[in-house]
């Protein structure tokens, strides 16, 4: 066999496989607070605020506050996971439903959030704070 095309096929293969492993490297995967607390990656978590619980620190830099499992049925009793957060507060975080988090667990026993996703109905309700009815909608587009 050619001592090029062997090298060839050699120097392929390092790169197709160098570029694998950076790019799952590099993909973020939402986990639940258990994962996240067991990874040593950085993870996304979804979880709601506890706003019993949130608290800024004296000079302003850090906020922390605890989050819990979007989907707990008993949200008195739900385990909580404590989060810092570095950073600009977005301007609808009391109004926040939920919360997307991206950061991960350090040995401060807390997660540290690079960034913070704020999910809030909001912008979806009506004026009179109704969210949006289809049967509504079609009555009024067939009276435009």
Known sequence: M????????VVIAIFVVWGATAFVETTLQYVS??????????VQVMGKIDFD???????????EFAVYD?????????ERMMVHYYGIVPGNFDQATSIVLKGKYTDEEAFVAETMLVKCPSKYQGEGGEYQDDAKHDEAVENI
């Open 2 to 9: 050619n001592i090029k095309l062997i090298i060839g096929v």
């Open 33 to 42: 607070m258990e994962e996240a607390i067991r990874s040593k990656r950085t």
């Open 53 to 63: 619980q949130v608290s800024y620190s004296e000079d302003g830099s850090r906020m």
């Open 70 to 78: 979007v989907e707990a049925v008993d949200t008195v009793n739900a």
